[in-house]
């Protein structure tokens, strides 16, 4: 089937000529495949949108929250409904596993769930006040107009993360999904829709990054926008805490990840190399959480390789709707062109490139065990490189695509600078059967995310999700903790003494008294 879609704002009426063109989408495993095309929206369009959500807030943040889960309740229906229907053009948009593809849809589900009944919460708090007759309460407020800006390889769970939260909160949204799903990110919109969110709380703008994406950021110093989401690559995130920052906005980030894999002397290996090449190949290296750096005790290390490169070698790639496959094609061209230039420029010859492939899979540079025809989509050879060192580019670059760097380390303390120095701190994990090095691991590992005897990737909704150093800036996305990125505490306080009471002087109480006593003690006697 090929759609021409129209855009979200244009159904609801708005000015067409507020698209600049129109683009294709094209399926990435198979190019005969066009899903359909898109109009890109102009920079007039972005701010049309904003006006529109900023039109709808006053409405929507005084919509009592339980209602506002309503809606929630009957997306997370509708989308239960259809999750096989947006399952399969995930594949088809983006070519990640059709079960995977499932996963991510039941993440909307799991998300929606969680938000529907803190509707019913959102809870504030009643705090003691120092004075009497005064009651001092805390409540959660909506921010306002919300820009979210996502990414292609979980082009529904993702933006699910920021959206469900933010509407359940009271805010309203513009999103710019990444340009490589905007046929399931229409589907979604409709969905939405059909839930009943009102006109202008929810709007949709097309197109990429770089002018799409850059035009929602510029509404920020516009002053029609107060808060942005964005899930994509440090670089970007870097320039848009910059932007928001300096209209003293504080954006939610999720950034990119070099997730370190530590497998200790005592671990389970036979888990661990599972665990390693699911972390490592799963959805093609392209999560923010995928391996970056595999790090193993040096006394084991020559034989867990060993083991993993008889795993990956068994490993069959191609055909997202074949269910034995591992990994389908990369994202997009572009996501292909980017990991092929790091293997150009990231490996040095002081690297040795373990696995037998590298570079694009094509009939003339086969994988073995290829389901498909690897002419006809942007597959990739998956690839281990060891002989990093601290200093290369490649220990400190995010390559998102099945390449991963592999060193051997003596002691836990080398294992941990291994796993933290290049600065990254989204995900981690560690393979071990000894909790004394679990704990310590926990302990000293500066990523937002730790798994023992687990893979580095595979989120859960109501689990708090983010990154630290360059993968974030300490937000969080998720269960109750997301909750802080979309609304601000005010505070109230209530006096009903009928008197004026100056808070920090007039905190005594009946015969003036503090209540405090003071152990006799004389100061200047302590004087030496
Ligand atoms: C991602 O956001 O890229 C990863 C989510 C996950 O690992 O489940």
Redesign the pocket.
Known sequence: MTTKLATYTRIRGQDQTQYASDQPSVNPARFTDVLGTYPVTSKEGVRAACIAAQEALPQWRSTPAPLRGNLIHNLSLLVTENKATLARWLTREIGKPYAEALGSVQEVIDTCQFFVSEGRRLYGQTIPSEMADKRLFTYRRPIGVCGIITAG??PL??PAWYVIPALLCGNTIVWKPSEDAPILSYLFCQLIEKAGFPPGVFNLVLGDGPTTGAALVDMVPEGLIDKIGF?GSSRIGQWIGQVTGAHFQAACL?LGGKNPLVVTEDANLDLAVEGALWSAFGTAGQ???SLGVLIVQERIYEHFMERLLARVAQMVIGDPMDPTVTYGPMISQRFLHNLLTFQKTLLAPHHTVLTPTQGQISRANPWPKFQGDPDQGYFAHPVIVAGVQKSDALYREETFGPMVAAVSYTDLEEALHWANDHGYGL?SAIYTRNSAQAFYFQDHIRAGMVSINNTT???EAHMP?GGNGRSGNGSRQSGIWVLDQFTRWQGVNWDFSDRLQRAQIDTVYAGGDTGFRVPDCDVAALSP
């Open positions: 390889n979980f769970a993702v899930t999720e999560r923010c959480t995900s990737s595979g989120a999700f």
